[in-house]
């Protein structure tokens, strides 16, 4: 390299590394605890999937006879990888743990953080047969609301609402056991493989299926019931929202739509804020809806 190029790559380097410019974009890793990793989590989930939807995800020659070795093989090596995981991102941990953490050794730190990550991965474990559960019913309003699909087969295997549903389901367990940061992970990942967007801390019931789904977007502190069904393009939002007196957006309060059992929302609508959509009404397509809805009532576009 001649002299004038040392120079540009000295000045970069000095630049780069000023602690003003890397303010609030720079992890210092604790030893022992690495960022959790995309490629583990991706893992993760298709263990996940291999143990909810067995001989559609892992090996596809599973049989009756040999399933609980293959489902046995397949927790443990689960449990493992979440315990990893579930420590990595107890960094990011703004919960009770952060200020316990304060008063211990590093070591003493490490295995409190082992401690904390098995318990949340056993206690997440214990609910896969119910996150099961939940899924197949969402594999049959998925079913049963599109007269193009053959066969619950090729709900499973090809539709995006269901891969995208199994990353909620999973994320969802995990953010409602304080689980820091790797929730968000899972559901940006489906986000990424299925155009749906889905936020861990929403609360969704059972018979939901997403026709279609490109485009969706359902926010933090969505409630919806069961027997939903949306179609693309449809937003469940927030508008804007209030800040405390340093004109910093106050977080956590309930900002998104409620959607009561048997709602249906047409492509590309928008509903936002908290507002609720009362049991068995129906939005229309390209409509913004900033109101409550009654029950039972059928909204769209005026000619």
Known sequence: MNNVTTQILTQAVEELSNPGSYKDLFHKHSEGTPLPS???????????RAIIFPGYYGKSSIIAETL????????????VLLVEQIQAGLAFSDGEEKYIYAAYSPATILNEQK??????????????????????????????????????GEIISCYPAIKVLTN????????????PLIPRMLTEMAHSETGIDIHPGASI????????????????????????????????????????????????????????????????????????????????????????????????QKR
């Open 168 to 179: 909620y389901r999973i994320a969802h367990e995990l953010f409602m056991l304080e689980v």
């Open 205 to 300: 019931g059972n018979y939901f299926t997403i026709d279609h789904g490109t485009g969706v977007v359902i926010g933090e502190t969505c409630v919806i019931g069961n027997n939903v069904k949306l179609y693309q393009g449809v937003t469940l939002g927030a508008k804007s929202f209030p800040c405390d007196e340093n004109g910093n957006p106050i977080k956590g309060i309930p900002r998104h739509p409620i959607l009561e059992d048997d709602v249906i929302v047409y492509s590309n609508a928008s509903i936002l804020g908290r507002v609720t959509i009362g049991k068995g009404a129906t939005i229309g397509g390209n409509i913004w809806v900033t109101q409550d809805v009654p029950a039972g009532t059928f909204i769209s």
């Open 115 to 152: 401690r904390i990550a098995q318990n949340r991965a056993e206690r997440f474990i214990s609910k896969l047969p119910e996150i099961r559960k939940t899924l197949a019913t969402d594999v049959v309003a998925a079913y049963n609301g599109d007269p193009a699909a053959k066969s619950y």
């Open 38 to 48: 995309g490629n583990v989590l991706s893992e993760i989930v298709e263990l996940a």
């Open 68 to 79: 609980s070795y293959h489902i046995g093989v397949y927790i443990e090596r689960l449990y």
